[in-house]
Structures are given as structure tokens and as C-alpha cells.
T-cell receptor
Framework: NAGVTQTPKFQVLKTGQSMTLQCAQD?????MSWYRQDPGMGLRLIHY???????DQGEVPNGYNVSRSTTEDFPLRLLSAAPSQTSVYFCASSYSIQGGQPQHFGDGTRLSIL | AQKITQTQPGMFVQEKEAVTLDCTYD???????LFWYKQPSSGEMIFLIY??????QNATEGRYSLNFQKARKSANLVISASQLGDSAMYFC??????????????FGTGTSLTVIP
């Protein structure tokens, strides 16, 4: 069971560079989300998707783009990296928004912007 | 407005003792879910327990239980018989289940629990 797979696990970028964080899930989940985790701030929602072709902004969307062309994949793009985007990024997915369906998380991507 | 508040940045507990991690929440949605996650030093997020707003009884999962006080809007996690492996960050999260079409979870800032041998 792969669950939610994030790549890469670590990345160092220079200011102004762009990159894509990959997220894939094999559980046929409709709902997928991207969070960033910063010290003392918990997890904050960047973007989310309720199904293929449908995405929306979360709490901190600036500087990031997403797309959802398939149910399985939900990549996060940093358009022009800034030091403020140094963080740990988590992708999550869930089957339903009802009941006790939790979000399943990937192992995270540690991103440093120099 | 902060939807989830965890007021204990760090907690210590003696091995084999019980510990309560506090969580208060804010929502106007009549239907919502409350979740607790554990994040060990290795970094992954592990789902522990869920409480629905309409559930009559407090949720339990093994050594974990959720002390749900709806009128006070609190959802405290109780860990009984603490073990060294319980040392981790613990996050409380909430999901509005009627108005939230995007399955957005709101997380607290976490509590760092250290179990002392």
C-alpha cells in the first residue's frame, strides 16, 4: 500500500527558481490538499481539490499554483521561490468529507530556499 | 479568527501516567468533525482519533480517548498509560462538515509531548 507519495523528500532552491512538488495517491480519493508546516504555526492549507479538474485556494495560496488533471496526482508548483517559502510541505488525501474519514498524509517535502 | 487553539506548547508526563492535551475550537457549522494527529520526530502525520459533533459518546481508540465537551467547544485528547514512544507533536484539527465543500481541515499549532522514563 503506497498511500500518499510525495517527491522529492528534500530540495534546496535558489531564490527565483521554480519547481514542482509531486504528490500521488493510489487510494482513489477525490479530495486532496497541500499544506505547509512552519515552526509554531501548525499546518496551513495552501490549495485543495475536490476532484479532477477542480481546485481552489486555501489559507496561504500566494506564490503557489496547483492543477488536478487526474484523480491520482496533485502537483504543487512554486512559481518563483522566495526564502519565505522555506517550509515542510505535506500533501494529503481523503475519501469523503463526511463522518470520520481522516486525511491521509504523505511523508512531507523539506524545502529550503536560499 | 483562529479555529483551533492549542494552548500548551509543551507538556511533560511520567511514563505510565495519563496526560491530557487541550484543544478548543470555534465554528458556527452545526456539523463538524474533530481529529487528533501525532507527528513523531520522523515527521509523518499519524491519525489517532475522530469525534463527530453529533456523537453522543466520547471517542476512544486504545489508549487514546477524546474528552468532548460540546458546550465548551473543547476536544481534549487523553493518553492513558504513557509510553516513551508517545513522545511527539500532537495536532488537533477540525473539519466543518456542512458548509465545507472542499474538505478543508483547520489545524492547531500543536503540543509537544515528552514522556519521561
Amino acid at each position: 500500500n503506497a498511500g500518499v507519495t510525495q517527491t522529492p523528500k528534500f530540495q534546496v532552491l535558489k531564490t527565483g527558481q521554480s519547481m514542482t512538488l509531486q504528490c500521488a495517491q493510489d487510494m482513489n480519493h477525490e479530495y486532496m490538499s497541500w499544506y505547509r508546516q512552519d515552526p509554531g504555526m501548525g499546518l496551513r492549507l495552501i490549495h485543495y481539490s475536490v476532484g479532477a479538474g477542480i481546485t481552489d485556494q486555501g489559507e496561504v495560496p500566494n506564490g503557489y499554483n496547483v492543477s488536478r488533471s487526474t484523480t491520482e496526482d496533485f502537483p504543487l508548483r512554486l512559481l518563483s521561490a522566495a526564502p519565505s517559502q522555506t517550509s515542510v510541505y505535506f500533501c494529503a488525501s481523503s475519501y469523503s468529507i463526511q463522518g470520520g474519514q481522516p486525511q491521509h498524509f504523505g511523508d512531507g517535502t523539506r524545502l529550503s530556499i536560499l | 479568527a483562529q479555529k483551533i487553539t492549542q494552548t500548551q506548547p509543551g507538556m511533560f508526563v511520567q511514563e505510565k501516567e495519563a496526560v491530557t492535551l487541550d484543544c478548543t475550537y470555534d465554528t458556527s457549522d452545526p456539523s463538524y468533525g474533530l481529529f487528533w494527529y501525532k507527528q513523531p520526530s520522523s515527521g509523518e502525520m499519524i491519525f489517532l482519533i475522530y469525534q463527530g459533533s453529533y456523537d453522543q459518546q466520547n471517542a476512544t481508540e486504545g489508549r487514546y480517548s477524546l474528552n468532548f465537551q460540546k458546550a465548551r467547544k473543547s476536544a481534549n485528547l487523553v493518553i492513558s498509560a504513557s509510553q516513551l514512544g508517545d513522545s511527539a507533536m500532537y495536532f488537533c484539527a477540525m473539519r466543518d462538515e456542512m458548509t465545507n465543500t472542499g474538505n478543508q481541515f483547520y489545524f492547531g499549532t500543536g503540543t509537544s509531548l515528552t514522556v519521561i522514563p
